[in-house]
T-cell receptor
């Protein structure tokens, strides 16, 4: 059974800092890995999808990496802004479903 | 807006009542998924459809839960005889899945239906 862990559970940084969120998973037999953002009480917004054969994917200030062999992914956020404050979830994709971590709650302060 | 939509956004019901939620996926998407999320946790998979066929159900989906996607478009999730433990956010997602290219299978989520069982 796939288990996904995200560390840290919460993070507070001042505006402008670069930061890294971590995701680890136990079963490397995945098709892809998705990173999502969730604002309080809202649905999930897809940020990035990394295919199982890719090492990294970039979108604007976001860069996600994937190391299947070690069961790890990171989400790098450059030049953080208060609008980046949200919970970030990683999810491992199989042929049928996503298995999620519990998320990292990010607060970017002025 | 051509994203995934869900209705209602909020539902408050009394224990023992039946509730039904609706999900409208992105129009060209062939797969539709249901997840459940409780406070402080990540979403958990419940079930998914490819077109109108329900292909997988989680053990979380007890006999009181039933989902349909009758014409391969919108889907409904019904919970019978609700219990307080059913209180959660119910999330729907859709994707355009090609069997030969599942590595590209990106799921897009709706805003969710928040269920409160009193």
């Amino acid at each position: 059974k796939q288990e996904v862990t995200q560390i840290p559970a919460a993070l507070s940084v001042p505006e402008g800092e670069n930061l890294v969120l971590n995701c680890s998973f136990t079963d490397s037999a995945i098709y892809n890995l998705q990173w999502f953002r969730q604002d309080p009480g809202k649905g999930l917004t897809s940020l990035l999808l990394i295919q199982s054969s890719q090492r990294e994917q970039t979108s604007g200030r976001l860069n996600a990496s994937l190391d299947k062999s070690s069961g790890r992914s990171t989400l790098y956020i450059a030049a953080s802004q208060p609008g980046d404050s949200a919970t970030y979830l990683c999810a491992c994709g199989t042929a049928s479903k996503l298995t999620f971590g519990t998320g990292t709650r990010l607060q970017v302060t002025l | 807006d051509t994203g995934v939509s869900q209705d209602p956004r909020h539902k408050i019901t009394k224990r023992g009542q039946n509730v039904t939620f609706r999900c409208d996926p992105i129009s060209e998407h062939n797969r539709l998924y249901w997840y459940r999320q409780t406070l402080g946790q990540g979403p958990e998979f419940l079930t998914y459809f490819q077109n109108e066929a329900q292909l997988e159900k989680s053990r979380l989906l007890s006999d009181r839960f039933s989902a349909e996607r009758p014409k391969g478009s919108f889907s409904t999730l019904e919970i019978q005889r609700t219990e307080q433990g059913d209180s959660a956010m119910y999330l729907c997602a859709s994707s355009l899945a090609r069997t030969s290219r599942l590595v590209y299978n990106e799921q897009f989520f709706g805003p969710g239906t928040r269920l409160t069982v009193l």
